[in-house]
T-cell receptor, first 116, second 115 residues
Framework: AQKITQTQPGMFVQEKEAVTLDCTYD???????LFWYKQPSSGEMIFLIY??????QNATEGRYSLNFQKARKSANLVISASQLGDSAMYFC?????????????FGAGTTVTVRA | NAGVTQTPKFRILKIGQSMTLQCTQD?????MYWYRQDPGMGLKLIYY???????DKGEVPNGYNVSRSTTEDFPLRLELAAPSQTSVYFC??????????????FGPGTRLTVL
């Protein structure tokens, strides 16, 4: 079964507007971590933001915030005030705490294109 | 502090050839990982290591081998390259001491084409 689902293959957003990228996850482990990574056209994977399953508050990192809805098993990324440099592929990933390897399971990604 | 470095950045192999992808990290991380990313897809785990001398298989280990003789280095060996191994390979590392609250940091990737 797919552990991470990203249903939006591609999105367009106007510069300076906010955009929400959807991510749902599937796990029976009570301890897990959710991550978002950005992959620009240059190819590197850039860590953006992290949310722990026991964290009471939604994570924020500059213009990035994570809308964590535990009961719905969703961890949507919100990018506020979009910039042209935000055009990239965005991946949601999860690491489950019940295993000893701490490996990440990735979604298929969402491509964001910011228009001027 | 260079983080995670990978060499080479690009490589073209012929079917049946072998090669080693190098990965080095200077953050004193104990955990290291190899992922592959096929076009338009997310990353899949090939192998991982929880410390020097300890390695284990991930989701897609067939056709690959790894070793971890030092904390810093985690090379990935491709034996008898096949077109299905055409992909971008990422090495990552993290410092895990317990709950899954740490972050994996990735190298720049190696783009491999097998013809």
């Amino acid at each position: 079964a797919q552990k991470i689902t990203q249903t939006q293959p591609g999105m367009f957003v106007q510069e300076k507007e906010a955009v929400t990228l959807d991510c749902t996850y599937d796990t029976s482990d009570p301890s897990y971590g959710l991550f978002w990574y950005k992959q620009p056209s240059s190819g590197e994977m850039i860590f953006l933001i992290y949310q722990g399953s026991y964290d009471q508050q939604n994570a924020t990192e500059g213009r990035y915030s994570l809308n964590f809805q535990k009961a719905r098993k969703s961890a949507n990324l919100v990018i506020s005030a979009s910039q042209l440099g935000d055009s990239a592929m965005y991946f949601c990933a999860m690491r489950e705490g019940g295993t000893s390897d701490y490996k990440l399971s990735f979604g298929a990604g969402t491509t964001v294109t910011v228009r001027a | 502090n260079a983080g995670v470095t990978q060499t080479p950045k690009f490589r073209i192999l012929k079917i049946g050839q072998s090669m080693t992808l190098q990965c080095t990290q200077d953050m004193n991380h104990n955990y290291m990982y190899w992922y592959r990313q096929d076009p338009g897809m997310g990353l899949k785990l090939i192998y991982y290591s929880v410390g020097a001398g300890i390695t284990d298989k991930g989701e897609v280990p067939n056709g690959y081998n790894v070793s971890r003789s030092t904390t810093e280095d985690f090379p990935l060996r491709l034996e008898l390259a096949a077109p299905s191994q055409t992909s971008v390979y990422f090495c990552a590392s993290s410092y895990s001491t317990g709950p899954p609250t740490d972050t994996q940091y990735f190298g720049p990737g190696t783009r491999l084409t097998v013809l």
